[in-house]
């Protein structure tokens, strides 16, 4: 079967040499480049689809260009919960707890626009709705193994699948607000991480479970909670 | 920002660590004109319909999922693609945006109508990337004989 693909790291693709590859100078998770952009898009699928015309391989070749900027720079996004003293003892888990739902309550017009808006989310893998992804998420802050609402999913996998709808609830919320449609990937993370209370939870729930007795928690703990470029910005990791 | 010197130099770390497999031989299979083909997208980004069952979250034995896909009919919707994908490395508010900056099917379906490849495939695959590689060979075999009875004769295998 002949194939051709788009690669994202180079270095790896170098090494692993396959028929045909395209190298997009892109930031993982945007294979095709800018999201809202048909002729970039077109431009970097065509490039991919010619390398199939190639005489002879394997081929690697480089885009030419950089995904394109910005344009309008964000202006400065808005946390929809103000701590009044942000909690750095994770002993206040109710304080955590009623932080995480109200931000997810004031967040809910601008989400509902947004699916208007989109005529698509890509909320519901967990199949909570948002207030319940706040309540089952935030039980984990105890520590302790809170009951499954999914029979068909092991407990660990729910909350794996539940903090990345939260954290998409969080992001197709904003997006709606005034002057935030164009904030780019960097500054959407960097809000979620340091300025909302879900961030802070996750980042709580985190150092919380590194010693869970629940079934695959640990390892969701270890390595597929907290991204390795915020894993230094936890306010609750023990110096 | 797939510059590596442009990554954070802990996810840097990482993307330099990763084992990748090597080959003894370099298949290479030509095939008719690009206006030809009949093209099908395999991704790599652990998308699936909406009602699908979600990639697993494994901690354990990940050589008996390494397989897993997901089939994706040429006709779905955009809302009824969503993924599971158990990384939290890679951003995914583009995908949120526009579903084309992941899985490029209203770029494919453009270009077949306006001539530049023959068809587009009736059906389209993901994968979880976070998988061995090698343990991924059964159902590779698998999906070169789905494609093939779908008269494809091209793939575009696109990461994440």
Do not use: K
């Given at each position: 079967m002949p194939t051709t693909q788009i690669s994202l790291v180079r270095e790896h693709t170098a090494k692993i040499t396959p028929p045909r590859a395209l190298w997009v100078p892109f930031e993982l998770g945007r294979p095709l480049g800018v999201p809202g952009d048909t002729a970039f898009q077109t431009r970097v699928l065509r490039a991919a689809l010619q390398l199939?015309?190639?005489?002879?391989?394997?081929v690697l070749v480089d885009f030419p260009d950089d995904a394109p900027a910005v344009v309008d720079a964000p202006t400065p996004l808005v946390c929809p919960v103000s701590f009044a003293s942000p909690p750095e003892d994770l002993s206040d888990t109710d304080f955590l707890r009623s932080a995480l739902q109200r931000e997810i309550a004031q967040l809910r017009t601008w989400y509902d626009l947004a699916v208007t808006r989109r005529g698509r989310t890509t909320v519901g893998v967990s199949r909570l709705t948002p207030e319940g992804m706040g309540t089952f998420i935030g039980a984990f802050l105890d520590g302790q193994a809170p009951s499954n609402p999914r029979a068909d999913i092991p407990l660990a996998a729910l909350f794996r699948y539940a903090v990345e709808d939260l954290k998409a609830y969080y992001c197709e919320a904003l997006a709606a607000q005034p002057g935030n449609s164009t904030a780019d990937s960097t500054t959407l993370a960097d809000w979620f991480w340091r300025d909302t209370a879900a961030g802070r939870v996750l980042f709580a729930v985190h150092e919380v479970s590194k010693q869970s007795a629940i079934p695959g928690m640990q390892a969701v703990a270890a390595?597929?909670?907290?991204p390795r470029a915020r894993s230094a910005e936890s306010p609750f990791a023990k110096a | 920002m797939a510059r590596l010197e442009q990554v954070h130099p802990a996810m840097r770390a990482a993307l330099l660590a990763m084992a990748c497999p090597t080959f003894d031989t370099q298949p290479w299979v030509a095939g008719p004109a690009l206006s030809q083909r009949r093209v099908a997208l395999i991704s790599t980004a652990g998308l699936h319909r909406r009602e699908d069952r979600p990639f697993a979250v494994t901690s354990g034995n990940a050589r008996a999922i390494a397989g897993d896909y997901r089939v994706i009919p040429n006709d779905i919707m955009a809302n009824d693609l969503v993924m599971s994908h158990v990384?939290?490395?890679?951003?995914?508010t583009g995908f949120q945006q526009d579903w084309n900056v992941v899985f490029p099917l209203d770029r494919l379906h453009a270009l077949a109508q306006e001539g530049s490849i023959g068809s587009v495939a009736a059906f389209h695959y993901s994968f979880m990337g976070a998988t061995e590689p090698r343990h991924m060979e059964a159902a590779a075999h698998q999906l070169a004989r789905l494609l093939t009875q779908d008269h494809v004769n091209a793939v575009c295998l696109v990461p994440v």
């Open positions: 199939l015309e190639a005489a002879s391989g394997p390595g597929l909670l907290i | 990384s939290t490395n890679f951003d995914r």
